[in-house]
């Protein structure tokens, strides 16, 4: 099971962190991925880290936005900074066994959060 949190209401060029908070298997060894979907458009991912920590971004928020993982807590996060009406979005993590050939793709990966919506005004 996956659980986002740390959504809300930010004004344009303010930062949010999200949370994905796992339970049943261990992040560790696992790929994490963060996506959004807004009303009316496809799931977009956004970006990806391994087993091994490597990180993987979509060029929307490359520079903006970073991944990161506590083992010990068994979270992954999303750092974002800088944000733009245009980012206002569902956001949601998700996982899979390693290894993945598209780490940014929604089809890659069986296990999906809730949701935490972001709101960029």
């Known amino acids: 099971q996956l659980v986002e949190s740390g959504g809300g209401s930010v004004q344009a060029g303010g930062s949010l962190r999200l949370s994905c908070s796992a339970s049943?298997?261990?992040?560790?060894?696992?790929?994490m991925g963060w996506f959004r979907q807004a009303p009316g458009n496809q799931r977009e991912g956004l970006a990806a880290?391994?087993?091994?920590?490597?990180?993987d971004y979509a060029d929307s928020v490359k520079g903006r936005f970073t991944i990161s993982k506590d083992s010990a807590k068994n979270t992954v996060y999303l750092q974002m900074n800088n944000l733009k009406p245009e980012d206002t979005a569902m956001y949601y993590c998700?996982?899979?066994?390693?290894?993945?050939?598209?780490?940014?793709?929604?089809?890659?990966?069986?296990?999906w959060g809730q949701g935490t919506q972001v709101t960029v005004s």
């Open positions: 880290i391994d087993s091994d920590g490597a990180t």
């Open positions: 998700a996982s899979n066994e390693c290894p993945l050939v598209a780490d940014l793709m929604a089809y890659e990966y069986n296990n």
């Open positions: 049943g298997h261990t992040i560790s060894a696992y790929c």
